[in-house]
C-alpha cells in the first residue's frame, strides 16, 4: 500500500459562507507554499459546496487537495425530500462521500441496512466512500468495542454485490471511537494501533479477494499536538479531523506534521 497519508477535514454543521471560504483560501494558500505531499480533503456542508468546490477546482497546480460531502443519499433521482444524491454532489467536484458518521448513526437514527445501501450504491458507481466505524464508551468499558466494529464493517461491506468489481480503493474505513470524538482525549496509541490492525484483519476476511486493502484512517480529538504521533502509529493511513479542522492555523499544522 502506497504510504501516502490522507488528512480529512470533517467541518459538520459549522461555520458560514465567509468563514469558509477564508479557511478554504488558507488551506489554499498552505498547500501552495509547504510541501505536503499528502492527499487533503475538506468535507464542507452541502450548501457551501458549489462555492468552495470551485474555489479548491480553480487552483489548478495543488493536485493534493479535494472536495467531498458530510453525508449522501442512498437513492437515485426521485421524491425523497431532502435527500441529496452523488450525481448531484459530483457535479460540483465532490470526490468522496462520508457514510455512517456516529453523529448520523446516533443522531439521525441512520440504521445499518440504510449505511449499508448508501456504500454499495457508491461503491458500485466506482466512488470514494468514507465509512465510518467505532464504539460507545459503554460498549469499550463492556469489552465490546471489537463486536461493535466488525457488525459494521459486514454490515456496510459483507453483502456487496459484485464483490469482484468493486475497486478496494475506493473505501477508506474511519476508526472514530465515539467517546473520542470532541472530548478532547483521543484514543491511546496502543489502542489505536489495535483497533487498526483488527478493522485490516476483518476487511481482508470480508472482501477476499481484496488485491489493495482499504486506508483505515483514525479520527476523534485530533489536533495539531497530536497528530504526529498519531499519524506515525503503524496502520494509521491518515486522519479524519472535527474541532480542530475548522482553525486553519491548526489543520495545516496537521497536515504539515509528517
Ligand atoms: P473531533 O476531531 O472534533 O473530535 O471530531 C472527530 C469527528 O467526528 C470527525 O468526523
Known amino acids: 500500500m502506497s504510504s501516502k497519508k490522507i488528512i480529512i477535514a470533517n467541518w459538520k454543521q459549522n461555520g458560514s459562507l465567509k468563514s469558509l471560504r477564508s479557511l478554504t483560501s488558507q488551506i489554499i494558500k498552505a498547500l501552495k507554499l509547504k510541501s505536503i505531499s499528502h492527499s487533503v480533503v475538506i468535507l464542507p456542508p452541502y450548501v457551501y459546496l458549489p462555492i468552495l468546490a470551485e474555489q479548491v477546482l480553480s487552483n489548478k497546480k495543488i493536485r493534493n487537495l479535494s472536495i467531498g460531502v458530510q453525508n449522501v443519499s442512498a437513492f437515485s433521482d426521485g421524491a425523497y425530500t431532502g435527500e441529496v ?3 448531484m454532489c459530483k457535479d ?3 470526490k468522496y462521500f462520508l457514510v455512517g458518521h456516529s453523529e448520523r448513526r446516533q443522531i439521525l437514527s441512520e440504521s445499518d441496512v440504510l449505511i449499508s445501501n448508501k456504500v454499495s450504491r457508491l461503491l458500485n458507481h466506482n466512488k470514494k466512500v468514507i465509512l465510518c466505524v467505532g464504539e460507545t464508551l ?3 468499558n463492556k469489552k465490546l468495542d471489537k463486536s461493535v466494529i466488525s457488525k459494521q464493517l459486514i454490515s456496510a461491506l459483507g453483502s456487496l ?3 469482484s468489481k468493486i475497486k478496494t480503493n475506493n473505501i477508506i474505513i474511519a476508526y472514530e ?3 473520542a ?4 482525549k483521543s484514543a491511546s496509541s496502543e489502542d489505536i494501533y489495535n483497533t487498526h490492525s483488527y478493522i485490516k484483519k476483518k476487511l481482508n476476511m470480508i472482501l477476499k479477494p481484496c488485491k489493495i486493502l482499504p486506508k483505515v484512517i483514525y479520527g476523534g480529538s485530533v489536533n495539531n499536538t497530536n497528530s504526529k504521533e498519531i499519524l506515525s502509529i503503524d496502520g494509521v493511513d491518515g486522519t479524519l479531523v472535527g474541532g480542530a479542522s475548522l482553525n486553519a492555523k491548526k489543520f495545516i499544522e496537521i497536515c ?3
Do not use: L, M, N, V
Not at 470524538?181 to 478532547?184: A, M, N
Open 92 to 94: 460540483f467536484g465532490s
Open 256 to 258: 504539515s506534521s509528517i
Open 138 to 140: 459503554a460498549e469499550r
Open 85 to 87: 444524491s452523488f450525481e
Open 181 to 184: 470524538i470532541g472530548s478532547g
Open 161 to 163: 454485490s459484485s464483490k
Open 177 to 179: 471511537p465515539i467517546w
